[in-house]
């Protein structure tokens, strides 16, 4: 296990210094850097100036167009909204990524990001299914160090609102999707025929189940945090070029994170979809 540990612990690293690269607002803003610094240099600077033009206007293109939501819509409909059939539910799974761990250290208080849905949605599951456990799942570190846990955070959260503590379990060590599913098998051991919701972005549910289906841990998609609208909406150009560039990086990494957990045998398949489009699903 320790050996095990170890090789994820390089993938992280290696996957964030990559990605930090790879961003897709990152990589054209060095771009435009590296065509004015080519510019300064009498032979490139045709080059330089042409290369920073090209890019800029991509940008903009990108950022505007809506590039982003064609690429994130496959992902957020890849599993249907989930529909309550009655049925009883054993445990509610959470995954991190809607709380900045430390900011709401530094502030004493839980500071949310744009994937709240995440938690709003988890504590109203927690009341319409009062006898499930909710395990929330989400470690701390950064590439240059551990940082702040996320899932105390909201454990804590959660026991001020007045949520049992005996039904919350804290998985704090994951840091990847797939440290997740791993680290909440081990914590839950759960039993056949359990049923167990899985909580995060609609965009990241197909590398969610992925991963928890690959570690024989059986769950039924709750997907949340739908960035587009769906129907003719996803046509619609963004009104600001920060908006879709932000939605462009989200995409972009998921899709990357899709083929990356896929080649280095973390996911099954390449997309994971629904096993039973029939069930489990349905609305809220």
């Given amino acids: 296990m320790r050996l095990q540990e170890q090789g994820w612990r ?8 990559a990605w930090f690269f790879a961003t897709p607002s990152n990589l054209l803003v060095s771009l435009v850097l590296l065509g004015l ?28 167009l809506p590039v982003a939501s064609y690429l994130l819509i ?11 059939d009655g049925r009883p539910v054993d445990g509610i799974i959470l995954l991190g990524g809607a709380v900045e761990a430390s900011d709401s250290v530094s502030r004493g208080s839980i500071v949310a990001n744009e994937s709240a849905e ?25 590439v240059f160090g551990d940082g702040a846990a996320e899932a105390p955070i909201i454990a804590d959260y959660f026991k001020s609102i007045g949520i049992d503590p005996a039904r919350i379990l804290v998985e704090d060590r994951s840091r990847t999707t797939a440290e997740n599913a791993v680290y909440s098998r081990e914590l839950t051991k759960p ?92 609305s809220r």
């Fill in 37 to 64: 610094v080519l510019a300064l240099f009498k032979r490139l600077r045709r080059f330089g100036i042409g290369l920073s033009l090209v890019v800029t206007l991509a940008t903009l293109a990108l950022g505007l």
């Fill in 118 to 142: 995440r938690v709003l949605d988890t504590i109203r599951l927690a009341h319409r299914h009062p006898n499930a456990r909710i395990l929330i799942s989400g470690g701390g570190g950064t």
């Fill in 74 to 84: 496959p992902l957020e409909e890849r599993f249907p909204p989930f529909r309550d």
């Fill in 191 to 282: 039993k056949e025929g359990e049923r167990w919701l899985l909580v995060t972005s609609a965009w990241h549910m197909p590398r969610a189940v992925g991963v928890f289906e690959k570690v024989e841990f059986p769950v039924v998609p709750y997907p949340v945090d739908f960035r587009t609208a769906g129907g003719a909406r996803t046509h619609r150009p963004f009104a600001f070029v920060s908006e879709g560039l932000r939605r462009l990086d989200i995409a972009t990494k998921e899709w990357a994170g899709l083929i990356a957990y896929r080649a280095t045998g973390r996911t099954a398949s390449l997309f994971p979809g629904p096993q039973d489009p029939s069930g489990g699903s349905a």
């Fill in 10 to 17: 390089v993938f992280y690293y290696l996957s964030k210094v």
